[in-house]
């Protein structure tokens, strides 16, 4: 199964503190990416934070983080310090096996109050 | 370094008709990819074509179908339209297979509405 999971339909933050997205994944493969993107209302898709299944650190983008738990099977995005701006839909995807195609959970809409 | 730019942004055909989007993919990419996003859902991967040949193909209908071109540019050809099929229609891009450590880029979308 290649499924990704994500559990949170929906979150609200307080401006100017952190959050955790929640995703998890199926896989019997030992080498594939995970991915995190963001879809504003206006509805594309930005890029924000890949994982490596080899990378022995979790990564980092500036207020973005990912909290990778390989024996779990989970990739939780961190945003630190939040914005109005981050307010959005995000999407976590992954690689699927042998093919260059990203499968994508249903999406967290995250929503910011000032 | 212009993005992936796709066509057209706004889309209204009635049931039954034919429809064609078009995608051009990022410079230096030959990969292209066709999710199809419908109202409130997650991304439902389409299909995937990489130097003009048909990679991969996620599970829909042969009525939804597509082809890349030569300069790596792409069209997704849906026949026979559905009101189910209205949608936002997204394109991505990206190096070639295999696609290591590199994310997909995307465009801005088709709205495609099927009344």
């Known amino acids: 199964a290649q499924k990704i999971t994500q559990t949170q339909p929906g979150m609200f933050v307080q401006e100017k503190e952190a959050v955790t997205l929640d995703c998890t994944y199926d896989?019997?493969?030992?080498?594939?990416?995970l991915f995190w993107y963001k879809q504003p209302s206006s509805g594309e898709m930005i890029f924000l934070i890949y994982q490596g299944s080899y990378d022995e650190q979790n990564a980092t983008e500036g207020r973005y983080s990912l909290n990778f738990q390989k024996a779990r099977k989970s990739a939780n995005l961190v945003i630190s310090a939040s914005q109005l701006g981050d307010s959005a839909m995000y999407f976590c995807?992954?690689?699927?096996?042998?093919?260059?195609?990203?499968?994508f959970g249903t999406g967290t809409r995250l929503t910011v109050i000032p | 370094e212009a993005g992936v730019t796709q066509s057209p942004t706004h889309l209204i055909k009635t049931r039954g008709q034919q429809v064609t989007l078009r995608c051009s993919p990022i410079?230096?990419?030959?990969?292209v990819y066709w999710y199809q996003q419908a109202l409130g859902l997650g991304l439902q991967f389409l299909l995937w074509?990489?130097?003009?040949?048909?990679?991969n193909r996620g599970n829909f209908p042969p009525r939804f179908s597509g082809r890349q071109f030569p300069n790596y540019s792409s069209e997704l050809n849906v026949n026979a339209l559905e009101l189910e099929d209205s949608a936002l229609y997204l394109c991505?891009?990206?190096?070639?297979?295999?696609?290591?450590?590199?994310?997909?880029?995307f465009g801005n979308g088709t709205r495609l509405t099927v009344t």
């Open positions: 991505a891009s990206s190096l070639e297979y295999p696609r290591v450590n590199s994310p997909l880029h």
């Open positions: 896989t019997s493969d030992q080498s594939y990416g």
């Open positions: 995807a992954r690689d699927q096996t042998g093919a260059n195609n990203l499968f």
């Open positions: 410079s230096g990419h030959t990969s």
């Open positions: 074509y990489d130097e003009g040949e048909e990679r």
